[in-house]
């Protein structure tokens, strides 16, 4: 409707007044869009609640109390405004002087149109076209708040959100498929990646290095399904595991020592139980000199040692070649002198590369996998090894498994959504064929209380001189594991006494 705009200097022109046009009719100003009407959010909400469902008002401006009026509306300045802007000068732009030259030029198309809105009505559509142009859209106010934990987009129409580990339905909506799908290829585009019907499945991360997954139609049948796991803008420490009861300040100094005497450590748990954060907690004791390497599929570690190299698999385009595997990276970064290797999650023959690197001279390589126990975890990585084709006898790759790994963490998500660990595992060798292991720590549920919430205490279980304290005499840490683990058996003592 309006011509393109030349420049975004400073002569915006006034309310009411237009851009010049550029081989283009004048804006029909004569024709009024409609006005914007806001229905009460439980009429509006009620088909599509579903029984034993509650809504969390996130306060969006895209929300289920605008009905088909505004998003008819929004659309045609939308429209509007695409016709107006020169996209290619908006984005040389900064986001701030983007943002101010955008709510200019909507202000005047509202002005034009006679559209009647209120204020706060004016700044939420302000807001919510600006998001669309220069952002993630609905999503924006979900990303900008850091007590959320998952974002899951299960078509344009519910969006649930999971907070202090339970997952709530949301008010926020898409526009429709197509403003979704827009979306969902603006993120994954970031990354030099794409979704569409020919590659419906994508792994992608934002820019602060959240984990985002979409799953595209024909393959997602009501819409495309995006989730973003989020990553918290204060990452977690040790000493706040602690205060959440994450685990108790005994196990949490004998993960740190782990992580500071060169340990391989497996981390072991379920979906959503903490294992990526865990992980980031345990290479905050890696020192600075140590050369890092790491390996994931959606790079979603955030290591704070200087001499970081993070590697990220690719998926094949669309003639289906050129793509790198998990396995491949490995196999890579044995060339680039790393002393440390951390792979984001290991679930195939890669299990392989990652143990023998461990078992030559890589020592404090750390990894997680998907399994409810440590000794679930061991079975697996053994079952991994023959999705790559080996066919070495049983005994072998458990041999190969004990003289890799030292410790196995599990992590898991309890019922009432909070997150502990539940086992610090030792692994000391092999009895005949079977793999022989020892709890160092574990946690045991007590009770409930009055709020459903999950009562219970971390345990040690007697161990006081563990196999990797001749490790930690070497790093000079002996006499702190040896004072946690007999502080913790004292503590252990006396709630039983």
């Given at each position: 409707m309006f011509g393109k705009r030349t420049s975004f200097g400073g002569n915006t022109p006034g309310?009411?007044?237009?851009?010049?046009?550029?081989?283009?009719?004048?804006?029909?100003?004569d024709v009024p869009a409609p006005p914007v009407s806001r229905p009460a959010d439980t009429d509006s909400m009620a088909s599509r609640l579903r029984p034993g469902e509650d809504v969390i008002d996130v306060g969006t401006p895209v929300n289920a109390q605008r009905d088909k009026e505004y998003f008819h509306t929004k659309s045609a300045i939308f429209n509007a405004l695409i016709d107006s802007i020169d996209l290619s000068q908006l984005a040389t732009m900064d986001q701030v002087a983007a943002r101010e030259e955008i709510r200019d030029i909507v202000a005047e198309i509202i002005a034009l149109k006679s559209i009647i809105m209120s204020i706060s009505e004016q700044e939420d559509l302000l807001e919510d076209i600006c998001n669309d142009v220069l952002g993630y859209g609905p999503l924006e106010p979900l990303l900008a708040r850091d007590d959320i934990a998952d974002i899951m987009v299960n078509g344009s129409q519910r969006c649930y959100i999971e907070v202090n580990g339970k997952v709530r339905l949301t008010n926020v909506r898409f526009r429709d498929d197509s403003h979704l799908m827009n979306v969902c290829q603006r993120i994954v585009s970031q990354v030099g990646r794409r979704v569409d019907e020919s590659s419906p499945i994508c792994d992608a991360r934002l820019p602060d290095g959240s984990r985002v997954n979409v799953i595209a139609p024909p393959l997602a049948i009501d819409g495309a399904a995006l989730t973003i796991r989020k990553f918290k803008r204060d990452k977690l420490t040790l000493q706040q595991l602690v205060k959440y009861n994450s685990i108790s300040p005994e196990g949490a100094e004998v993960l740190r020592i782990l992580g500071k005497v060169r340990a391989n450590v497996l981390i072991s748990g379920g979906t959503g139980s903490g294992k990526t954060t865990l992980l980031n907690c345990l290479t905050a004791f890696i020192e600075k000199d140590e050369r890092v390497i790491t390996c994931e599929d959606s790079a979603e570690l955030q290591l704070?040692?200087?001499?970081?190299?993070?590697?990220?698999?690719?998926?094949?385009?669309?003639?289906?070649?050129?793509?790198?595997?998990?396995?491949?990276?490995?196999?890579?970064?044995?060339?680039?002198?790393?002393?440390?290797?951390?792979?984001?999650?290991?679930?195939?023959?890669?299990?392989?590369?990652?143990?023998?690197?461990?078992?030559?001279?890589?020592?404090?390589?750390?990894?997680?996998?998907?399994?409810?126990?440590?000794?679930?975890?061991?079975?697996?990585?053994?079952?991994?090894?023959?999705?790559?084709?080996?066919?070495?006898?049983?005994?072998?790759?458990?041999?190969?498994?004990?003289?890799?790994i030292d410790v196995v963490v599990q992590a898991a998500r309890l019922r009432d959504g909070s997150r502990r660990i539940t086992h610090i595992t030792e692994v000391l060798g092999m009895e005949g064929d079977v793999i022989v292991t020892q709890d160092i720590f574990l946690y045991d549920i007590t009770g409930e209380d009055a709020n459903g919430m999950l009562l219970g205490r971390h345990r040690s279980t007697g161990i006081t001189k563990p196999q990797f304290a001749e490790r930690a005499r070497y790093f000079n840490e002996e006499a702190n594991l040896v004072e946690a683990l007999e502080k913790s058996n004292t503590e252990q003592h006396e709630l039983m006494g």
């Open positions: 309310v009411g007044e237009v851009a010049r046009p550029v081989q283009s009719p004048p804006p029909r100003a704070q040692q200087p001499h970081v190299v993070r590697l990220e698999t690719r998926p094949p385009n669309l003639e289906g070649e050129g793509e790198i595997t998990m396995r491949d990276l490995i196999k890579n970064c044995l060339r680039m002198r790393p002393e440390r290797i951390i792979v984001g999650e290991v679930r195939g023959p890669e299990s392989f590369d990652l143990l023998q690197a461990m078992n030559t001279g890589h020592d404090g390589s750390m990894g997680t996998l998907h399994a409810n126990s440590p000794r679930e975890a061991l079975a697996r990585l053994e079952s991994m090894f023959t999705m790559g084709g080996y066919s070495l006898p049983s005994r072998t790759i458990r041999e190969m498994i004990t003289s890799s």
